[in-house]
């Protein structure tokens, strides 16, 4: 079992007594693979509906990126709904998104209900990187009004950006306050809590070795099994090592983050005045938050070769001087990276294969999908599918190049995409 990153959220993580091992066969009605917000909602959402459930994690509770990311609460899905709607018909996306958006309430009501102590705060600042991409927000905002009757957000214009975020190089944007940002690490551990509470089984340090899909449900871990009529994978950027074809359907991103020392509450305050979570439209995104110790935690630099930067800090250090020149040579204390899992389409993969329900690739975009998602699994489970299977119609398809061309390939295109960043 490998323990949590270091991290800041490693540091600031509540306490969690550790489960142990699985080391006997055991049965349930659901066995879920994966300790990170899907797997954890999926599998607290399934309990509370009467099943008995064992969760399986090969690490710690919130090792993946569940509990290294950065926190931020990003409404509705990688793809605008605009785009949704110009690819799948006005009456699909109002669906998708319809649904999509439940997501905050959905986070926000776990959080109140446990009394999850994960520091939530309201309201996201998308910031456009180039003049064009407030052009696409402001469609985009405009399509979520007309069609759903959106609420919450407005258009920022360029000479308003530092009510929200002291940054010199934006061009406006939209602030949102159905997003927001919490402390990723603590929620999880939060829904693992109220998972014990519910009564669900929680196996840490015992990895999947394999997952037999049938009737029943069956997964291999090195000193037990377990049987189970459903079984669900959440495994992320990791679903390979329980499904090769599945592990196809995405590719790990290394994505990397800091916090820097406490800002003094004026410092941090004059930074991000709005108190939003920020997140930026260049294809390799930077997006920020303050901590509530008022650090400034940041994210920015994407590497797609496996071997990680010698020095984290100042591998993302520059994205964040650029960001804040006046924050040039701050002190960073933490510095941690984590896999994303992404899409060839950017869109999440939702599915079932025979008994288990699946669900992955939320390239980026997984703090609030992820949470709705377990719940739409645990329904399907109860016979409610129509939800879950609106995200399972989702056109897919696996990375081109087979096992070993795909990464090469992958490499290049991001390339060029990082490039258009500069242009
Ligand atoms: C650095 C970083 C920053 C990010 N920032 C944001 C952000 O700000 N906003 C946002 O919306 N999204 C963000 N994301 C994405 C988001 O964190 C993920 O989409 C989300 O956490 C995925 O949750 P998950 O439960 O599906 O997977 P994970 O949290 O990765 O959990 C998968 C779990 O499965 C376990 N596992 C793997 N293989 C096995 C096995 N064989 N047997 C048993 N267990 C296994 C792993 O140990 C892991 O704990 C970020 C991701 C990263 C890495």
New binding site residues.
Partial sequence: MTDHAPSYYAATANSFPEQPPLAREVSADVVV????????SAALHAAEAGFSVVL????R??????????????PGMRWGAADLAEKFGNENARRLVAVANRAGDRVRDRIARHRIDCAPRLGHFHAAAKPGHLYDMRRELDWLERNLGYEGARIVRMSDVEEFVASPIYHGGVYDRNGGHLH?LNYALGLARAALDAGVRIFEG????DVDHGSPVIVTTPAGTVSASHGVL?????MA??DKALGRMTMPVA???VATAPLSPEHAAALIPSGAAV?DSKFVLN?YRLSADNRLIF?GGEKYTPTPPRDIRNFVRPYLEQVFPQLQGVRIDYAW?????VTLNRLPDLGRLGNCFY??G?S?????L?TLAGELIADAMRGTAEQFDMFANLPKRPFPGGALLSHPLYVLGMLWYALKDRL
């Fill in positions: 693979v994966g300790g990170g917000f899907t797997g954890l399986v994690e090969a690490n509770i919130g090792w993946g990126a569940s509990g290294r990311n950065g926190g931020q609460m990003i990723p015992t990895p999947a070795l959440a495994c992320d950027a990791f090592s329980v994505n990397y983050n997140s997006y994210g990276g984590g896999l994303v899992g669900a992955h939320w980026g975009h997984g703090v609030l992820t």
